[in-house]
């Protein structure tokens, strides 16, 4: 892992994770905290990474509607609305 603002290799593990469970990182030259998402398109949102890439998968591959793509996330036990897969 490298620290994605100075690129150091010099990174140290921190106990403490994100709410959604990313484990975060402490880099030691620049003194910034980060975890797996800092850097990335992922970073903002509330939702798990796997659960919109899914998501994201089932409307382009099967050309589902938001309504339908909310339902099945609520089968798999996720309550999300249509507007949040719309966004």
């Given amino acids: 892992m490298s620290c994605p603002y100075c ?31 800092t850097g990335t398109p992922f970073n903002d949102l509330q939702f798990p990474t796997d659960l919109v890439l899914l998501a994201v ?14 339902e099945l996330l609520l089968q798999r036990g996720f309550e999300v609305s249509y507007e949040t897969v719309r966004v």
């Fill in 7 to 37: 690129r150091s290799e010099h990174v140290a593990k921190r106990k403490r994770r994100t709410s959604l469970g990313y484990r975060t990182f402490y880099c030691t030259p620049c003194r910034r905290h980060f975890n797996d998402r």
């Fill in 57 to 70: 998968l089932w409307r382009l591959r099967y050309k589902l509607g938001f309504r339908d793509v909310a």
